[in-house]
T-cell receptor, first 111, second 112 residues
Framework: NAGVTQTPKFQVLKTGQSMTLQCAQD?????MYWYRQDPGMGLRLIYY???????DKGEVPNGYNVSRLNKREFSLRLESAAPSQTSVYFC??????????FGSGTRLTVV | GENVEQHPSTLSVQEGDSAVIKCTYS??????FPWYKQELGKGPQLIID?????GEKKDQRIAVTLNKTAKHFSLHITETQPEDSAVYFC???????????FGTGTSLTVIP
């Protein structure tokens, strides 16, 4: 039982490059989330998906897009990376609005 | 939107002592308050949560209290152990939505 699996764990991008962060959960949870974590700012919600086929903006969605590919997978795409997107990204999933499972994070540096 | 403030940002205690972390929230509609523990290099882990229809919840050495009138909630860890050393986050949400608002975290160090 892997829980929430994120790939990659580390990534360095040049400004303007694009990339997709992958996330998969094996707990049959309906809701999935993408957060970013910056020093001194806690976790901030980028996008979430309440169920397969739906996505909604969170607190800081600008510069990101998401895809809920199926019930298991929820990807986050940066179309044109900027230094301000340097952060640690966490995927999470929940059932009944109880966020119980986070991935181990992706540490992204944009230079 | 909701604003969650968390204090202190750092906390050091001697092993065996108690640790208390406090959070306040601004939106009176918030009714679900989870706490997470994050160890170095790992994702947050849910350790305890409370809903607004109860004032206190305990799980072994961990307890959470909620004061809806004052809009604050606290995490209490008793008989602290070195393995309790981590960053702790509080959060608040409204049951009808998917938005979780996190505090800025408390770095707890338990000194052996």
């Amino acid at each position: 039982n892997a829980g929430v699996t994120q790939t990659p764990k580390f990534q360095v991008l040049k400004t303007g490059q694009s990339m997709t962060l992958q996330c998969a959960q094996d707990m049959n949870h309906n809701s999935m989330y993408w957060y970013r974590q910056d020093p001194g700012m806690g976790l901030r919600l980028i996008y979430y998906s309440a169920s397969e086929g739906t996505t909604d903006k969170g607190e800081v969605p600008n510069g990101y897009n998401v895809s809920r590919l199926n019930k298991r997978e929820f990807s986050l795409r940066l179309e044109s990376a900027a230094p301000s997107q340097t952060s640690v990204y966490f995927c999470a999933s929940s059932e009944a609005l109880r966020v119980t499972a986070f991935g181990s994070g992706t540490r992204l540096t944009v230079v | 939107g909701e604003n969650v403030e968390q204090h202190p940002s750092t906390l050091s205690v001697q092993e065996g002592d108690s640790a208390v972390i406090k959070c306040t929230y601004s939106d009176s509609a918030s009714n679900y308050f989870p706490w997470y523990k994050q160890e170095l290099g790992k994702g947050p882990q849910l350790i305890i949560d409370i809903r607004s229809n109860v004032g206190e919840k305990k799980d072994q050495r961990i307890a959470v209290t909620l004061n809806k009138t004052a809009k604050h909630f606290s995490l209490h860890i008793t008989e602290t152990q070195p393995e309790d050393s981590a960053v702790y986050f509080c959060a608040a949400s409204i049951n009808t939505g998917n938005q979780f608002y996190f505090g800025t975290g408390t770095s707890l160090t338990v000194i052996p």
